[in-house]
């Protein structure tokens, strides 16, 4: 049986290519992995990972690998795994993948499982998924693990609640309270990836319009800044009034969402939670309106609701939907 | 994506090697990791920064020296 469940075995050339100029924008990482191709720190741990599957997932994977760790890897996201990233990994870096672009829930899950079949000792989360199974379906895993790290800010407020609990079962280190991770790939990678995703998806000209970015945290204080740089009539829209405040002496209008969406061309919501915009904000909004979510989940539109009650015909693009 | 999965790397050999110390909990990453992080980077992006003098850092870390 092969360990691996890809799309496309014929990939992996143009993975390779791809994988091999993200490394050479990550030095740290390639210093450490000639470290750890030499002093073997991770011999003897079985990983499992749940991450997006992406050039530079893959980067981490093949330093894991080097430091001694035997490796497996599930995606964190049905939609960010990229198939010929997928394809190197499981066919020439031999590193057992799970992970199909688009897959379905079923799919998303039956990978998580895959990962987890191998009776991890560290599990690598982005959005605590390999946490959450282990404590509600795997429990076996618990007698074997020695700990969890864990990627993002919406993980890490997942596994506090379990910690308050009392049900988390084994440590876990909260990757995102790193410095040199929130400060960096926050602000200034989601920032710009948001304002990226936007332009590809969408080809408008962000000079001129009116962009409301919903949270302000370190991922919104990147989103707002990109888009001031680029010309855009900022909208902060918050709930915690420090931030509020701080978006308002960083120069941005402050406002709650029903006033800020009137003139809205595009909505950027990255707050970490659900329904920040739901019906009853687009009955203020302008015709044409671009909502986008660059959250850890897909839940801070109210998508479902929208198609059911406002818009029946619905179109897909790939990562693009248009609601008429 | 460079520094966010350096730190997991070095989480994870940090759990390798600490499992037994720690209890069921959310932990933040050991400081000495994050600095290690930026001062690759900064090596990586050509960038030199200064160091306290003794007597600076004296100062920083008496409350009998003048102000």
Request: aromatic share 6%; hydrophobic share 40%; charged share 25%.
């Amino acid at each position: 049986m092969n360990l691996y469940d890809i799309k496309n075995e014929s990939l992996v050339a143009e993975g390779k290519l791809r994988v091999e100029w993200a490394a050479r924008n990550m030095p740290v990482l390639k210093s450490l992995r000639g470290r750890f191709e030499k002093e073997k720190p991770l011999q003897g741990i079985r990983l499992a990972a749940c991450l997006h599957v992406t050039t530079e997932t893959a980067n981490l994977m093949e330093t894991l690998k080097a430091g001694g760790a035997e490796v497996r890897l599930c995606a964190s996201n049905p939609l960010s795994t990229q198939d010929d990233v997928a394809a190197y990994l499981a066919i020439e870096a031999r590193i057992p993948t799970y992970a199909i672009k688009g897959e379905d829930n079923e799919t998303y899950y039956r990978h998580l499982k895959n990962v987890l079949e191998f009776i991890p000792t560290i599990t690598m989360d982005d959005g605590a998924d390999l946490v959450s199974t282990i404590h509600k379906e795997s429990r076996q895993v618990l007698s074997t693990i020695l700990g969890g790290t864990e990627e993002t800010t919406t993980g890490v407020i997942r596994l506090r609640a379990m910690e308050k609990d009392e049900e988390l079962m084994y440590p876990v280190i909260a990757v995102n309270d790193a410095q040199t991770k929130h400060l960096f790939d926050n602000r200034y990678g989601t920032g710009q990836s948001t304002v990226d995703g936007i332009l590809r998806a969408t080809n408008i000209l962000i000079s001129g319009s009116v962009i409301v970015v919903c949270g302000y945290g370190w991922c919104g204080k990147g989103v707002s800044g990109k888009c001031k740089g680029m010309g855009a009539n900022v909208i902060v829209c918050e709930v915690d009034p420090i931030r509020a405040l701080e978006a308002k002496m960083d120069g941005f209008a402050v406002m709650p969402m029903i006033e800020a969406i009137k003139n809205a061309d595009v909505i950027i919501t990255v707050t970490g939670n659900t329904t920040v915009i739901d019906e009853h904000h687009l009955e203020n909004a302008k015709d044409g309106i671009i909502l986008a979510n660059s959250g850890h989940f897909n839940v801070e539109i109210n998508v479902g609701r929208l198609n059911v009650l406002l818009y029946p015909n619905v179109r897909h693009v790939p990562m693009l939907k248009n609601l008429y | 994506m460079d520094m966010s999965f350096a730190n997991q790397a070095l989480s994870a050999v940090y759990i390798a090697h600490h499992a037994g110390e720690l209890d069921n909990k959310v932990y933040s990453v050991p400081k000495d990791i994050d600095e290690t992080i930026a001062r690759l980077k900064l090596e990586a992006l050509g960038v030199t920064i200064d160091i306290l003098s003794e007597q600076q850092k004296r100062y920083l870390s008496s409350w009998k020296e003048g102000t």
